[in-house]
């Protein structure tokens, strides 16, 4: 066996361990987060935590070749602090004061509490999917997935709280609005997990047709038709 095939080798192999255990360890939190009500609700923070140890993994991998950033410094540590966010959102909302006399400075800090934390969240985002799209890692077009999950989550959580919100309880819509806003999300991380465990389960390299035209683009072969 070559040189060059022991290396690709290795490197899907690095793939397969980091994405398939990436993604159960997706699939692991949305469990979590589903089952931890009532006598169970205690474990709700294992879903964060479980969140936080996939992403890690997935942007460092198992090997230089599993990173989905490519361990790009920049995108790596957005990545990082991306999904560090929820465990450290109990200490953000910490820094509300307690004005018990008044509840208008109160409200006026929670709000601009949350803003400054889902602006941050907003940033690391974008930063974080244009880092593993430009990576070229995962191939196209799951590389777009991160930003699919990105615009899903807020729209149908936003949309699940508004119907929630705005009907009477204990009506069905009420009961739609609050699924949606609860399993919306959920649903976002669960197909990363899927197709992260799919992608790293697959037999044949993982290098995508577009990865290698760009490949022998950089460089700079002489116009030849592709294999």
Excluded: C, K
Excluded at 25 to 43: D, I, K
Excluded at 195 to 223: M, Q, T, V
């Amino acid at each position: 066996m070559s040189h060059d095939a022991t290396t690709e080798r290795r490197r899907h192999q690095q793939r397969r361990l980091t994405w398939v255990a990436g993604g159960v360890l997706l699939l692991l939190s949305v469990a979590v987060g589903l089952g931890a009500r009532g006598p169970l609700a205690a474990l709700s923070p294992g879903r964060d935590w479980l969140f936080a140890a996939a992403g890690v993994l997935l942007a460092i991998g198992i090997g230089h070749a599993g990173s989905i950033t490519g361990r790009r410094f920049v995108g790596t540590v957005s990545t990082i602090l991306l999904v560090l966010a929820p465990v450290t959102q109990l200490y953000w909302f910490a820094l509300v004061p307690d004005s018990a006399g008044d509840p208008n400075a109160a409200e006026d800090a929670w709000v601009l509490v949350a803003a400054a934390y889902f602006g941050v969240l907003v940033v690391l985002a974008v930063i974080s999917v244009s880092a593993i799209v430009r990576a070229g890692v995962i191939p196209s077009p799951w590389r777009w997935a991160p930003l699919w999950v990105m615009l899903w989550t807020p729209v149908t959580f936003a949309i699940g709280v508004t119907v929630f919100s705005a009907a009477p309880l204990g009506t069905p819509i009420a009961s739609f609005g609050a699924i949606l806003s609860l399993y919306g999300p959920a649903a976002g991380v669960a197909f990363l997990g899927v197709l992260a465990i799919s992608l790293g389960a697959r037999r044949s390299s993982p290098e995508a047709p577009d990865e290698r035209w760009h490949r022998w683009s950089d460089d700079a072969l002489p116009d030849t038709p592709l294999p």
